[in-house]
């Protein structure tokens, strides 16, 4: 080293040491040392490889009308690209788009798609070009996040909700992928069904057809939030996770591994909400604000805001029969729509064996119950397949789908129909036949043998009545879990129970089949002020069945449901009930395509709770049940007057 460079040196360090030095005499920090450079190994922008893929992926931000720029992944199949006349299928979501187009990275579009939300078979061999777009406030999106987001109106003063926000990613679709034949398609599960139904109002002229598959349409009346009333608290939460954070960051923390244990020991659904500071939540807010059917509830609808419009895209509703999330809302809108379309021509239903959304998963059985053949395979390749082609491809053939496609259980077959509710294709109307409950814990179909008397139970807040077997598992979809299949868990565990009213109907001689919603038509009396009423329809199976010992004596749940009683005269006004009196108390259980095969016993179960799936009524009339102290919950007296029925909706069986 030089002398100059060893002075130069010299002062520099000396400078730095003093300055340090300073730093350290005025911070009581050590300054940080400083070292060489060291490059990163990552480079500024890595340009990923695209040989061997069959598709190529593009990113965008799609402008809204309001300036609002929505996330968007484009998958074009490179068969598109070379004939540049491809159908483009959309689906809305607040999932992660991500997520939903890289469930698997891979070099071939169908691996890349296998997941949550993709008909994959129906995508890849279709030649479409998938588009999944995250909606505002999630994900890769600007905006911000509204649950169910209502149309523009009084429950949304802005000039943009979902059916505005997929209208202008259409109209950026058609104009920004050369790939496209300009002709559009919107599918879509649970929420993304929602969103699927959305575009229906002022649709887009690219909009050619809409299949929302178990989509969420009334959150009160018999969708995720409320059944009849009673709040489904193991959905907060999804209600946590969905909306405090964009990213869905934030998780549910469990505190026991019995989801029945942590909601006793909280109380109340508001008492657990108010822990886990749910308070900060702008959705939980209002469910808690409105617990009754008001116009917050009956304002966003969907089948009534859908009601209120022309029919004219072609939409195929798919329904589940054993659907444990949103078995109300593809049957609402189905009923909201039917009537306009009286040739049809724009209406398709399709009901099959299903959990929430196994429609796009092999489908050869749920639960313990098998079907004889993969079933969602064959909604996908010989319904769903041929219907889109139909409206999305420039040269296919007219689709030879049904105006109703039901699965029969019981029987295991698919039926062709024009309409539903009907048991034939000709167009069998059911016949309502009252199936009554009778003394001796026993059932008559048609006929009334006597009407005195009753059964009762006491129903103890204390002691509720477990939905499933315990220990009682959270919602969720991970290997681990069986939540998907609880609505045919076997119903023996509550028959035997002393606060369950039982009734059985004899051997069955021949079969009994219905098609359509049994109605509960229940006379009881409570000795509190509220009650809940859960009334189950089962089909009860041979003490022995040969080939599948496991299903001997099985109660299978053909269709299940809870009504509070405090809305026994209006959803929208509570009133407490009279206590001791007989009432009458009137609701519809799901829609039901079944038949109960000779061998088989018919059988209703009646209870006052349904744990912790539903939050539990106090029993004592509270303006707002969210918030009910522990004072207020009180064992009560429970009596079902014989002559009590379940209208059961009975067509012709066999063909």
Not at 42 to 66: N, S
Not at 597 to 626: A, C, E, K
């Amino acid at each position: 080293m030089s002398k100059i460079a060893h002075c130069f040196f010299f002062v520099t360090f000396a400078v730095a040491f003093s300055l340090g030095s300073m730093a350290h005499a005025q911070t009581g920090v050590p300054a940080a040392p400083q070292y060489p450079a060291y490059p990163s190994e990552t480079p500024v922008a890595f340009k990923a490889p695209t040989a061997g893929m069959d598709y190529e992926r593009r990113e965008v931000m799609i402008a809204m009308r309001d300036g609002v720029k929505l996330h968007t992944v484009i998958l074009v199949p490179k068969t598109a690209t070379a004939a540049k006349h491809a159908g483009l299928l959309l689906t809305r979501t607040p999932y992660s788009a991500d997520v939903l187009t890289a469930n698997a990275p891979s070099q071939h579009l169908g691996t890349t798609l296998w997941g949550y939300d993709n008909a994959v078979e129906t995508i890849v061999e279709g030649g479409y070009i998938r588009v999944v777009q995250d909606i505002r406030g999630k994900y890769g999106s600007e905006g911000d996040f509204v649950m169910n987001r209502p149309q523009h109106g009084a429950l949304n003063p802005t000039p943009v909700d979902e059916s505005t926000d997929t209208y202008d990613t259409i109209d950026w679709l058609v104009k920004n992928v050369p790939e496209s034949n300009g002709k559009v398609g919107v599918l879509g599960i649970s929420y993304d069904g929602y969103l699927s139904l959305m575009p229906l109002i002022h649709p887009h002229p690219a909009l050619k057809v809409a299949v929302p598959m178990n989509p969420m349409v009334d959150g009160w009346m018999g969708d995720d939030w409320f059944h009849n009333g009673a709040f489904r608290q193991q959905n907060l939460a999804y209600i946590y996770e969905q909306t405090a954070t964009r990213d869905n960051s934030a998780k549910w923390l469990r505190s026991n591994f019995d989801d029945y244990d942590m909601f006793m020991r909280a109380g109340s659904a508001g008492a657990l909400a108010k822990e886990r500071g749910m308070d900060q939540i702008g959705f939980w807010n209002k469910v808690a604000e409105h617990p009754a059917y008001d116009a917050f509830w009956s304002g966003q609808a969907v089948d009534k805001v859908l009601a209120a419009e022309p029919l004219t895209v072609p939409t195929m509703v798919v329904s589940s029969l054993w659907d444990q999330e949103d078995i109300y809302g593809a049957m609402a809108v189905y009923r909201a729509l039917k009537d306009k379309d009286p040739q049809h021509q724009k209406l398709f239903l399709v009901m099959g064996p299903w959990h929430h959304g196994q429609e796009i998963e092999p489908a050869s059985s749920l639960g313990a119950i098998s079907f004889n053949s993969d079933t969602g395979l064959y909604f996908r390749e010989q319904i769903l397949a041929p219907f889109l082609a139909r409206y999305l491809k420039d040269d296919a053939p007219a689709a030879e789908v049904a105006p109703v496609m039901a699965f029969e259980t019981g029987t295991n077959v698919w039926e062709r129909l024009q309409t539903w509710p009907s048991g034939c294709a000709g167009g069998c109307a059911p016949k309502p036949t009252p199936l009554y409950l009778e003394a001796g814990a026993k059932l008559s179909l048609g006929t009334k043998t006597q009407s005195a008397g009753y059964d009762e139970f006491v129903s103890d807040p204390a002691k509720p009545v477990p939905y499933r077997a315990r220990p009682s598992q959270p919602m969720g979809y991970t290997p681990d879990l069986s939540w998907v299949r609880w609505l045919v868990d076997d119903q023996r565990e509550a028959s035997g129970r002393t606060d369950v009213l039982t009734y059985t109907g004899e051997v069955l001689d021949k079969p009994v089949k219905i098609s359509g919603e049994p109605v509960v038509h229940l006379t009881a009396s409570t000795s509190g002020t509220d009650a809940d009423w859960v009334v189950k329809l089962i089909d009860v199976y041979p003490d022995e069945v040969a080939g599948d010992p496991q299903l001997g004596g099985y109660q299978l749940p053909v269709a299940m449901d809870i009504f509070r009683g405090r809305y026994r005269e209006s959803f929208a006004e509570p009133k407490a009930i009279e206590a001791n009196k007989p009432l009458p108390y009137q609701f519809a259980l799901p829609t039901t395509n079944h038949v109960f095969l000779p061998g088989h016993r018919i059988m209703v179960q009646v209870q006052s709770s349904w744990f912790p799936l539903y939050d539990r009524n106090p029993q004592t009339f509270v303006s707002n049940i969210f918030f009910a102290r522990p004072a207020d919950y009180q064992k009560a007296t429970e009596r079902v007057f014989h002559g009590s029925f379940v209208e059961l909706p009975i067509v012709p069986a066999g063909r």
